[in-house]
């Protein structure tokens, strides 16, 4: 159980300062916020919890409107504002009856883990106490705080079933666009919300025709009982056209349309499910690498998880010139699916090799499965040349130069043909759906936002080649072209760790008949 001094609580006497004070902070959220919350960020750590005016309006909103929607720019902070705000609703009224609802179970958990931890900065005096929790200590469990006044505010799974309370006070559906239940959810909540409840539903633009838009749209004409609240991301102070250019280079055109320009955009050509590409960079924002590196031209090593002596690796690589467009880059992955490294950056297929044989070393010699159309073939003479013997090797079709068909041959590295290519794709995204693996590679977050169907339903780089006209939706002038070096790398590595019989002998040959032929 939580806090167990009873003087505190809701219905008992205060001293007079301190009655005063409590009930300031009832009548006034924004009071109550900026003068006894405190919130943790990355670049200062615990901090008071000022406002900007348009979150302070905000907070109004929430207290006035029974039943919002919020068009966000990402990187505002309305999350933790309505995180505020359910606190407390939930400290200074009693039965109510709180549901947290987001992409997935954890993300909706991470937002009661911030209540608690603003929970835990407040006075004592203001405290309601909580009456679950294992320990003296803690402030509820993992996915619900249950305080003395009878209210309660619990993270739950985005299921059909999520929303459906006798007594639902206040329904939270964060990111709403990326719930694919969504259009249940509400359809749930609604007969408890048409007899009191209250909704706020927040998200940033997701494509045309998901629950969110729809919601939105009918706000705005008033076909529903949602008032639409739409931000821009000038609303915040701190931010300039430096900062949007900046965003937008690093975001690339089409993310900062519907992430910070808030424009709704047809989404149905990604590859990947981008409620899953977002839950990965979601959990990635809440970690950091245990180590970095440079390597080559703006190229950096990302280590996540160090060498385990019980596992085995695989390094899946995808190489360039170093010269073009094409980066080259690296995914680590071990048995069980998770990703341990990455790199992705220019550089010469000479270093790339030192670069590869160096981290497969620091992995227990892991298994490097170097793809070798074109300049690959190079790096994988320097990797034999420098008696590194754990490379993949597999049997595949290939034509000799000294002869008229192809037949099958014992081939070293990883050979990229239509075939395996549609291969090595669909068993990744099938992998990431399914949550067989555990990408931990911010160069394919950001790739995988790009990464879409072309007009002849093949998988490709946003504007790669010549399948993007100046009229389609996905052209952008100025940067027409964008990139699936880390994607490969990913697909690469996370294929060739499933195959059966990979080990090299050292007796392979390369794909025209190369090194160590007999």
């Known amino acids: 159980m939580g806090i167990s001094n009873k003087n505190y609580h809701f219905g008992f006497i205060r001293s007079g300062h301190e009655a005063s004070e409590w009930m300031?902070?009832?009548?006034?959220?924004?009071?109550?916020?900026?003068?006894?919350?405190?919130?943790?960020?990355?670049?200062?750590g615990q901090v008071p919890f000022s406002l900007f005016l348009f979150q302070e309006m905000l907070i109004q909103t929430f207290t006035r409107k029974r039943n919002s929607i919020i068009l966000k720019p990402r990187q505002m902070g309305i999350t933790t504002i309505v995180c505020a705000y359910v606190l407390w609703l939930c400290i200074f009224h009693s039965h109510k009856n709180v549901?947290?609802?987001?992409?997935?179970?954890?993300?909706?958990?991470?937002?009661?883990?911030?209540?608690?931890?603003?929970?835990?900065?407040?006075?004592?005096?203001?405290?309601?106490?909580?009456?679950?929790?294992?320990?003296?200590?803690?402030?509820g469990t993992a996915s619900c705080i249950e305080f003395v006044n009878k209210s309660t505010i619990t993270a739950v799974a985005s299921s059909e079933e999520a929303a459906r309370s006798e007594a639902l006070s206040l329904l939270v559906m964060d990111e709403a666009a990326f719930i694919k239940q969504a259009d249940g959810i509400w359809a749930a909540a609604r007969p408890t919300l048409s007899t009191g409840g209250s909704s706020i539903i927040l998200s940033t633009a997701f494509g045309m025709g998901n629950f969110f838009h729809s919601a939105w749209m009918s706000a705005c004409t008033k076909e529903n009982l949602l008032y639409p609240v739409q931000l821009n991301w000038r609303m915040r102070p701190d931010y300039d056209d430096k900062w949007y250019q900046e965003t937008k280079m690093d975001l690339g055109f089409k993310r900062t349309m519907q992430e910070i320009d808030c424009d709704f955009l047809q989404s149905g050509m990604n590859v990947f499910d981008m409620n899953k590409i977002r839950a990965i960079e979601d959990r990635m924002n809440g970690q950091s690498p245990i180590h970095t590196e440079q390597a080559g031209f703006e190229g950096i090593v990302y280590q996540y998880h160090p060498y385990d002596p019980?596992?085995?690796?695989?390094?899946?690589?995808?190489?360039?010139?170093?010269r073009a467009k094409d980066n080259s880059a690296f995914s680590i992955y071990d048995d069980r699916g998770l990703e341990v490294a990455c790199y992705k950056g220019k550089i010469l297929p000479r270093q790339f090799a030192h670069l590869l044989i160096k981290w497969g070393h620091k992995y227990g010699q892991a298994m490097i499965s170097p793809e070798i159309?074109?300049?690959?073939?190079?790096?994988?003479?320097?990797?034999?040349?420098m008696g590194y013997q754990n490379v993949y090797n597999d049997v595949?079709?290939?034509?000799?130069?000294?002869?008229?068909?192809?037949?099958?041959?014992?081939?070293?590295?990883?050979?990229?043909?239509?075939?395996?290519?549609?291969?090595m794709i669909t068993g990744f995204d099938y992998d990431i759906e399914n949550e067989l693996i555990t990408p931990n590679n911010p160069y394919f977050v950001k790739e995988a936002m790009t990464f879409i169907y072309d007009g002849m339903n093949r998988p490709v780089a946003m504007g790669k080649g010549s399948n993007v006209s100046k009229s389609s939706e996905f052209y952008d002038e100025g940067k027409t072209s964008y990139s699936d070096d880390a994607i490969m790398g990913e697909c690469i590595a996370n294929e060739t760790r499933k195959k059966p019989n990979r080990f090299s002998t050292g007796n392979s040959t390369g794909v025209f008949g190369g090194w160590g032929a007999n």
């Open 24 to 44: 300031k902070c009832r009548k006034n959220p924004i009071y109550f916020m900026k003068t006894y919350l405190k919130i943790t960020t990355l670049k200062y």
């Open 99 to 139: 549901i947290l609802i987001s992409i997935k179970f954890s993300t909706s958990k991470g937002m009661l883990k911030k209540i608690k931890e603003m929970y835990r900065t407040m006075p004592d005096f203001l405290k309601e106490p909580t009456t679950n929790g294992s320990t003296q200590t803690d402030v």
């Open 310 to 322: 019980t596992r085995v690796y695989t390094i899946g690589a995808d190489i360039a010139t170093g």
């Open 373 to 385: 159309n074109g300049i690959g073939e190079g790096v994988l003479a320097i990797l034999q040349e």
């Open 396 to 423: 595949a079709k290939v034509l000799k130069m000294d002869e008229w068909q192809h037949r099958e041959s014992d081939v070293m590295g990883w050979l990229t043909t239509g075939k395996s290519r549609h291969q």
